[in-house]
């Protein structure tokens, strides 16, 4: 099973900073990562996919960069709607399967 | 607009069998091509993939539930079902459904709200 590790776990950070999220793969899995946010209470939302890509919607503040073992997500200016705990996937075409880290969360500091 | 939502029991008692249904709404769940999937995320966790099955064709599941969980489909109701045998405390989690991108599985979107289920007597 290929294992998702992301760090900081806690990044604390002031309104209109930015943010620099990572996440790293125990083994290659090219360009197959996803981002998600999610705030408490609710589903996680897609941010991210193909490691680059922004989903329908997100704002350009959210950036997905890296391959191979090593991602980061960077959000550019840090709004109030953005402290929330964000979780990176990768997806393998075969066998298929999925893994996700587990998150760091982004707080307002 | 695509949405999903799960129902099913919220108390399970450890050692039964656990049921989930998710229904799907705004497409169409046969002809659409997509892989389907499930997700859970034990309390203070992060999410775990549980399975994903395309209209027709073979479910694939995450090793680590050895052979515990059964993903299925009923087309004429537009949904799919998760049933996870054998259930200790340790599957207590909020049990999310989810669409794949397209004939593979990959990223999840759109998701459901997510139905949280305890294992306990």
């Known amino acids: 099973e290929i294992v998702m590790t992301q760090s900081p776990a806690t990044l604390s950070v002031s309104p209109g900073e930015r943010a620099t999220l990572s996440c790293r793969a125990s083994q290659s899995v090219g360009g197959n990562l996803a981002w998600y946010q999610q705030k408490p209470g609710q589903a996680p939302r897609l941010l991210i996919y193909?490691?680059?890509t922004r989903a329908t919607g997100i704002p350009p503040r959210f950036t997905g960069s890296g391959s191979g073992t090593e991602f980061t997500l960077t959000i550019s200016s840090l709004q109030s709607e953005d402290f929330a705990v964000y979780y990176c996937q990768q997806y393998t075409s075969w066998p298929p399967a999925v893994t996700f880290g587990g998150g760091t969360k982004v707080e307002i500091k | 607009q695509l949405q999903l939502q799960e129902s099913g029991p919220g108390l399970v008692k450890p050692s039964e069998s656990l049921s989930l249904t998710c229904s799907v709404s705004?497409?169409?769940?046969?002809?659409?091509?997509?892989?389907w999937g499930w997700i859970r995320q034990p309390p203070g966790k992060g999410p775990e993939w549980i399975g994903s099955m395309y209209y027709r064709e073979k479910a694939y599941y995450n090793p680590t539930l050895k052979g515990r969980a059964t993903v299925s489909v009923d087309t004429s109701k537009n949904q799919f079902s998760l049933k996870l045998s054998s259930v200790t405390a340790a599957d207590t989690a909020v049990y999310y459904c989810a669409r794949h991108a397209a004939m593979a599985i990959n990223w999840f979107d759109p998701w459901g709200q997510g139905s949280l289920v305890t294992v306990s007597s």
């Open positions: 193909a490691a680059s």
């Open positions: 705004g497409g169409s769940f046969s002809s659409s091509g997509y892989y």
